[in-house]
């Protein structure tokens, strides 16, 4: 049996794919009210049009990885132009149901066209790196590094930026802000292009850890609702340090439960940070 320094480190990276979903779950409830559970399965779409450019088309998985960015990203505005934006003066409960709908569908779209089968990107297969007997590798620590600089970019633009700072304040006030000059509907669809190409980046790095299937992102919904819950909601760093215990959580875990219950962790954790701490580490609002 590896040690358990083996599981930390596999939590760790799997902390790092769960960081870009979970902060553009989180961003877009703190922005527009819901839980936006379709987000999930743009980690699917962005793996698949990776899949796409990377073995249909002969490119190079890191252009690959921007092809995904931009493909996803123009999946999560279509989706929101046509799903949600009709449905923005409705309950909360309303939409993140549609949210589940749209899930769905993209999932069971991706099936249709490229069946159940487990899929995987042609790149060099490289040899893991012993470091202080842990198994470490190269594509591993370039997730991280990734994840590490997309998360400092967007608190970055959040913090810095004439447009992060009217997206904080469309999240505080949407009707103040709109009475300010503010054009929150243009804000939206920047913060639904930002957390689409998040997501899909997320989906590449997950298909480069593991393999790619219509599944994937499905499966990881609970984890990325549990990292931003114990992040704390509108928090980037806060979802990437969610991210990162879930991961280390969940895979410790399987050392006491069958990897089949995983996900029932993150229920525990989304239980134990509402009981708790209900605003998660950062601060923000649940």
């Given at each position: ?14 902390g ?19 839980p936006?559970f379709?987000?999930s ?7 698949y ?13 890191g252009?690959?990885?921007l092809g ?10 279509a989706?929101?132009?046509i ?5 923005r003066d409705?309950r ?10 749209v ?9 249709f ?24 590798g190269?594509d591993?620590l370039?997730i ?12 970055t ?7 992060g ?8 006030n ?7 000059g ?7 669809a920047?913060?639904t ?23 994937m992102?499905?499966?990881l919904?609970?984890?990325v609702f549990?990292?931003?819950i114990l992040?704390?909601?509108?928090s ?10 879930v ?14 219950y995983?996900?029932a ?13 209900p605003t998660?580490?950062?601060g923000?609002r649940?």
């Amino acid at each position: 049996m590896p040690p358990i320094a083996q599981y930390v480190w596999n939590g760790v990276v799997t902390g790092g794919i769960l960081a870009l979903p979970a902060v553009a779950f989180s961003l877009l409830w703190q922005l527009l009210r819901f839980p936006n559970f379709a987000v999930s399965t743009y980690l699917t779409v962005g793996a698949y049009v990776a899949f796409v450019l990377n073995q249909g088309l002969r490119v190079p998985i890191g252009w690959s990885w921007l092809g995904a960015l931009v493909g996803t990203a123009a999946v999560a505005l279509a989706v929101d132009r046509i799903a949600f934006r009709p449905m923005r003066d409705r309950r909360p409960f309303s939409l993140a149901i549609a949210s589940i709908g749209v899930a769905f569908v993209l999932e069971n779209v991706v099936r249709f066209i490229w069946s159940n089968d487990f899929r995987s990107y042609d790149v060099p297969v490289t040899r893991a790196m012993e470091v202080a007997g842990l198994r470490i590798g190269r594509d591993q620590l370039l997730i991280l590094g990734v994840a590490v600089v997309l998360m400092m970019l967007a608190q970055t633009f959040l913090r810095r930026t004439r447009l992060g700072i009217a997206m904080r304040a469309t999240a505080d006030n949407a009707s103040l802000a709109a009475v300010k000059g503010i054009p929150t509907e243009r804000v939206i669809a920047v913060a639904t292009l930002g957390g689409g190409a998040l997501a899909g980046g997320a989906g590449v790095f997950l298909g480069l850890d593991a393999s790619i299937d219509p599944l994937m992102g499905g499966g990881l919904i609970i984890s990325v609702f549990a990292a931003a819950i114990l992040g704390g909601i509108g928090s980037a760093p806060g979802a990437l340090g969610g991210a990162v215990i879930v991961g280390i959580v969940e895979e410790v875990g399987t050392l006491v439960v069958p990897p089949t219950y995983k996900t029932a962790i993150g229920f525990v954790i989304i239980l134990m940070v509402l009981l708790v701490r209900p605003t998660g580490l950062a601060g923000g609002r649940t």
